[in-house]
Every structure is written in structure tokens, then in C-alpha cells.
């Protein structure tokens, strides 16, 4: 059940991305997507990497940190070590930043091309243990789709 939907948000997503090389664009129709097709979700958006730090991009959800240090919460760790971080219960992260006090569980994804770090992928739940390694497989492959767009 998991996977058909994921694959028939990667259709989607491939006839959305064809022909448009906007990032901003991008990844805001991409947030919506995520947003309106995952289940269990509260949040799902973009965080861009500028002067040594993430700033808020195109998302979906409650208001959201704008700022993010590198190494500082989920984000900044996935951003800093440049690895997938999938994590079961964001209360139990060292050094979590709680932008929103219902999210529970969190997977973020960062975002490189030729070796150059461009942001992360982050998705919110309000459940622990919401995502998997299939959330990690599909989600990954949405990254991909997002570069070559780009």
C-alpha cells in the first residue's frame, strides 16, 4: 500500500518537474505534494543552505523555524554530516529544536548536487516511528528528481 502511493507521487512528481528548472518553483509545488499525499504528516518543506546556515524554504504546515545552525537539531545534522537522518522519537535527539511541539517523529534529507550541498528535505510527524526504510528509499528518489530538475 506504502509503496503503490509512493509511486504514483513519483508519477507526479516526474510530470510536474519535466520542463521546469526553477528551484524555488520546485520545491514548492514538490512541498504540496508531500504534504497533501504522505499520511500521518504535519509538515512537510525545504531548508535552504546559505552563509553556513539553513534558511526556511518553500514548505507546508504550522509556521517554522527560519534560522538552523549546522549540527544544531535534525536538520543541521542531516545538513552538516550530509546523510539521511530518520528519526523514530525527535524528543530523544540531542539537541533537537522543537519548532513545532507536536511533531514526534522526523526525516530529513539533504539535498547535493556536484558535491555542493543545496538544503535538505525535511518531513514532520505527530506520531513516533512514522517513517521507514521506504519512506528513506522513495524519498530519496524525490531528491533525485528535485537535482535533475535543477
Known sequence: MKQQQYETMIAQIKALLEGEH???ANMANLSAILYH???DINWAGFYLYKKDELILGPFQGKVACMHIPL???VCGTCAKTLTLQLIDDVHSFPGHIACDAASRSEIV???IKENTLLGVLDIDAPM???FDITDAHYLSNVVKLLVQSL
Do not use: A, N, Q
Open 109 to 111: 534529507l539533504p539535498i
Open 37 to 39: 499525499s504522505l499520511p
Open 22 to 24: 526553477d528551484m524555488i
Open 71 to 73: 549540527g544544531k537539531g
Open 128 to 130: 513516533l516511528k512514522r
